[in-house]
């Protein structure tokens, strides 16, 4: 069997076992896929159902949370009321509602009202002993842990599931204390079923489950969870044209359960079946065709070809003199072998004239590198391995004073340098050949008459074949270089032993800094070079540095004073003289000299010390005695020493009157008697302020307060009061000032825009409770009208009228929340305190809240506590698998910041103002739009400034005055 037939068997067979192959898996995996896609189809079935029911259950609570939070239910629980049962508790009601039932207790789980619906006879009922003791035995709908909170889920109390809500009984503007609690209660009979599987389109039934039935079921809590939702939907195939995807759930007491399930049509996966058989055999048949098909091109292009060409060459090797010639002329590979085996016979010929043409090249190319050699303006020489000098240059000859003809006599390396140096030379010789690398090497040069003068030797190994035949280099004469370091260390000499400082660099970088310096700023020569340049400047001259260096550039030098600071953080005068200059390359550099003048400035400072502070203490007592506030000065023991004309304007007590008066008499025209006023609280830190002042605030060393003083000279006053520390030049207190405003017109003004912002809020809250009640009897009549109509544009336009109800909803909503911000005065809040109680209502229940705000206080409205809430409740919702959520701040002198941040997937960067607009974020009816309201009242600001995918990161800034540290 020849290499031809075996290659056509070879490759037919393993086309044949690839088809196989392919058939197999695609068979195998196409099956699976219908399998798999089936399946999950089911389960999202499942799952949808499971959603649709959370919606009718999600109807119930707004319901019930509407009538829970009404005054007349309010009212109702407190006390027998007829009237509010005949006019709301009526069958009408009742198919408004949509419910089966409603419960009314007190506070100790009483019944005041309970009350049925039969959906079939449309008349009320009397609700069943096992149906209340049901709801009774729950303790979970009461276990509420906020004022607005809701307890839902389902109770098995017969063959269907009822869906009962709780909600606290609250007046109409979600004030308290509660009065009880409201349940409404809807069964999930076969008619609600069949509203819901005609809804999804779905084919749904309920199956009750005994409480022996083992296995784990669903928490109604927890089926907006997808991850714990699917593992518990059980597939099962039920013939071959049918599947059941089912879910256990547990009722709100965790003992009964009900199975929902959805039956579907296996129509897909038949169809699926179907498809895969026909696929299968067209691709049999397209496999067959193409192994023929391969068979034949590979037998008639390669086989047959490569053939030929054997056969023409074997000819060429039997006689020498036969031309070869190309059997092939079809351009491929094999025809392009051909033609590469013609000039092989013709290259073997040429050989000889190839390699004498070479060597030719070879003495060209050695000609040429003499010649380059005698034009470079170095030392070049070449050594063989005795040391012996082969080669050098022109400038070479000219150097060293020897001759060519002193190199052909036998010149040698040792010759070219001073007898000291030649044992150093003939080492690194050696190290050279034996392979080591060595930078240039700098050796005393001696010329033929037997002068010497430096010079440096850069030397490599010469190769041939790889072998080492001897040295080749250059050497360059540094004479001049010499004489320019002896030159430089000179200077540098003068430079270390200077007692001025003096300091070079390049634009801010220093090469050079001289003991003096280093000593004056109290640093070692070692230590300084780690300090950076600008941390020895003060802060003018950080500032002021580069100008400097401009007008030296410009001048050529330039003098200055500047300050310049201590090691310890004090700082000294200095006179400085700037030089800039260019080093050999053209680069510039800059030369500091620096003198310390401290003995000087302190010899003027003492002459003009003592005109200058009579002239400040004439200037300060006539800037006081213009302010429009109310200010006088005591000195450090409680003498009045200024009293300016605003303040006797405002206590009728002249300047003549009280300079020179102390023990606390300036309190009397205030309180009615002598007593310690703020700027006592200054001088003797021991008084306790809280036993005068019920709301003090302290920033920067300076006390402030506002206080109502009903005895005053002139009557009863708001007074806002600033007190501040006097200091000397030293630092020593030596007394304290208190400035003093009457506010009386804006307080009066403030209680006004109260008084008016509670009656309009009033009047909102009235008019919101009655749009609420028609939405509801929107929301009842809408559906019926819609299951009546047949005509299509008439269900379009229910659908219309329905989505433009539930928006007034939210309209109605979103202002309930937004007309309590502004209503009362701001007030100072702990905020550690205040998350800490947020903490406790559970809203990360996976993750750890880390709170490091406290002791931090801040003047902010009332509703601050939902801005935390807010926060909090949107990381737990929406921020993915938090674990860990971080409160913390820091403070400058101006402003505190607070950063809320946690490890959840964070906010692109094209939502982060998008979150804080109006309509963004509702779901707990508390927008970011009005965590920024609710903080602008006292002038915080909040931004988002995370990286998405990293966590949210929310940052308020407090302004100054805003908040306390304690």
Request: aromatic fraction near 8%.
């Amino acid at each position: 069997m020849n290499l031809r037939i075996k290659t056509l068997l070879i490759l037919g067979l393993t086309l044949l076992g690839a088809i196989a192959l392919i058939l197999g898996l695609s068979h195998l995996v196409l099956t699976e896929s219908y399998a798999g896609f089936e399946e999950k189809n089911t389960r999202n079935s499942v799952v949808q159902a499971l959603k649709a029911i959370d919606y009718e259950q999600s109807l119930v609570e707004s319901k019930c949370g509407e009538w829970s939070r009404w005054n007349e239910t309010y009212f109702f629980v407190k006390g027998d009321n007829q009237a509010y049962i005949d006019q709301n508790l009526n069958p009408d009601s009742f198919e408004n509602l949509d419910v089966d039932l409603l419960v009314f207790l007190n506070l100790s789980h009483g019944v005041v009202y309970a009350t049925g619906y039969n959906t079939s006879s449309h008349q009320a009922r009397e609700i069943n002993d096992s149906e209340l003791s049901s709801i009774l035995s729950t303790p979970y709908l009461f276990s509420h842990d906020a004022l607005i909170s809701s307890r839902s889920g389902f109770l098995i109390t017969g063959s269907d599931p009822l869906i009962v809500v709780s909600q606290p009984i609250l007046t109409s503007t979600y004030d308290g204390p509660s009065t009880g609690y409201l349940i409404f209660g809807k069964y999930l009979d076969p008619e609600e079923i069949h509203k819901v599987s005609d809804i999804t389109s779905l084919d749904l039934s309920i199956v009750p489950i005994s409480d022996t039935d083992e296995g784990s079921g669903l928490d109604w809590g927890d089926v907006r969870n997808m991850s714990s939702i699917t593992p518990l939907v059980q597939f099962n195939v039920s013939g071959p044209d049918r599947v059941v995807g089912s879910i256990p759930v547990r009722d709100i007491t965790g003992t009964k359960k009900f199975l929902l399930q959805v039956t579907s049509d296996r129509t897909i996966y038949n169809q699926g079946l179907i498809t895969i058989g026909s696929f299968l055999v067209l691709l049999v048949a397209i496999g067959l065709i193409f192994i023929v098909i391969t068979l034949l091109f590979m037998d008639r292009l390669v086989l047959r070809r490569l053939a030929v060409l054997i056969t023409c060459a074997q000819k060429k090797n039997k006689s020498s003199t036969e031309v070869f010639e190309s059997p092939l002329s079809s351009g491929d590979e094999l025809s392009e072998l051909a033609q590469a085996l013609i000039p092989v016979f013709d290259r073997v010929t040429r050989s000889e004239t190839e390699l004498l043409e070479a060597l030719r090249k070879t003495e060209e190319s050695e000609r040429k590198y003499r010649e380059l050699a005698d034009s470079l303006p170095e030392f070049v020489f070449e050594v063989d391995l005795s040391g012996r000098l082969s080669f050098l240059n022109r400038l070479g000859f000219q150097v060293s004073g020897y001759t060519p003809k002193d190199l052909e006599e036998g010149l040698f390396a040792r010759d070219l340098v001073a007898l000291e140096d030649q044992k150093r030379l003939a080492q690194n010789m050696g190290r050279i050949l034996a392979g080591e690398r060595i930078s240039g090497q700098e050796y005393m040069a001696t010329r033929r008459d037997g002068t010497q003068f430096p010079m440096v030797f850069y030397t490599i190994r010469v190769l041939e074949n790889e072998d080492v035949v001897g040295l080749r280099g250059f050497a360059i004469d540094i004479t001049e270089r010499k004489k320019m370091e002896v030159s430089n260390r000179k200077l540098a000499d003068i430079v270390q032993h200077t007692q001025a400082g003096i300091i070079t660099g390049i634009h801010d970088e220093v090469d050079v800094i001289n003991p003096a310096y280093a000593l004056m700023h109290g640093y070692t020569r070692e230590e300084i070079y780690s300090v950076p340049m600008t941390s020895l400047f003060s802060s003018d001259l950080r500032k002021d540095f580069p100008a400097y260096l401009r007008k030296a550039e410009l001048y050529g030098h330039f003098v200055f004073e500047a300050d310049h600071q201590h090691r310890d953080g004090t700082l000294f005068p200095t006179l400085n003289d700037l030089t800039l200059i260019s080093d050999m390359g053209g680069m510039p550099y800059w030369i500091l000299n620096v003198q310390d003048i401290t003995e000087h400035r302190l010899a003027w400072k003492i002459l003009m010390e003592s005109e200058s502070l009579r002239e400040s203490h004439r200037q300060i007592k006539d800037v006081l005695s213009r302010l429009p506030d109310a200010t006088f000065v005591v000195d450090k023991d409680g003498w009045v020493i200024l009293w300016n004309a605003a303040m006797e304007s405002l206590t009728k007590i002249t300047e003549d009157q009280i300079i020179g008066r102390g023990q606390q008499e300036y309190a009397i025209p205030f309180y009615g008697y002598k007593r310690p006023m703020l700027l006592d609280l200054i001088l003797k830190p021991a008084l306790l302020a809280d036993q005068y002042y019920t709301d003090l605030s302290m920033h920067d060393g300076t006390l402030s307060t506002e206080e109502y003083l009903p005895k005053t000279v002139n009557g009863p006053m708001y007074l806002s009061i600033v007190a501040n520390p006097l200091f000397d030049s030293q630092g020593r207190l030596i007394g304290a000032v208190q400035s003093i405003r009457d506010v009386s017109s804006r307080k009066l003004v403030e209680e006004a825009l109260m008084r008016t912002n509670e009656k309009l809020n009033l009047l909102s809250s009235i008019t919101r409770h009655d749009i609420r009640n028609r939405i509801t009897v929107l929301f009842g009549i809408l559906p019926i009208i819609k299951r009546m109509s047949t005509n299509p544009e008439m269900t379009e336009m229910v659908e219309m009228l329905e989505k433009a109800a539930y928006t007034i909803r939210d309209q109605i909503e979103f202002t309930g929340d937004y007309q309590d911000m502004g209503v009362h005065a701001p007030e100072w809040r702990e905020i550690g305190e205040m998350l800490d109680q947020i903490s406790k209502q559970g809203l990360v229940t996976d993750g750890v809240i880390e709170n490091k705000l406290h002791g931090l206080s801040i003047y902010a409205d009332p509703l601050l506590e939902r801005v935390f809430y807010n926060l909090i409740d949107n990381a737990g919702r929406h921020g993915g698998h938090v674990s860990h959520i971080r409160a913390s701040y820091v403070s400058d002198d101006k402003r505190v910041i607070i950063t809320i941040e946690d490890d959840g997937t964070g906010i692109p960067y094209d939502l982060k103002e998008r979150i804080f607009e109006r309509g963004y974020g509702k779901n707990t009816g508390l927008g970011l739009f009005l965590v920024r309201e609710i903080l602008s009242i006292t002038g915080i600001t909040i931004k988002e400034i995370g990286i998405s995918g990293s966590g949210a990161c929310f940052e308020i800034v407090v302004p100054d005055g805003c908040y306390r540290i304690n």
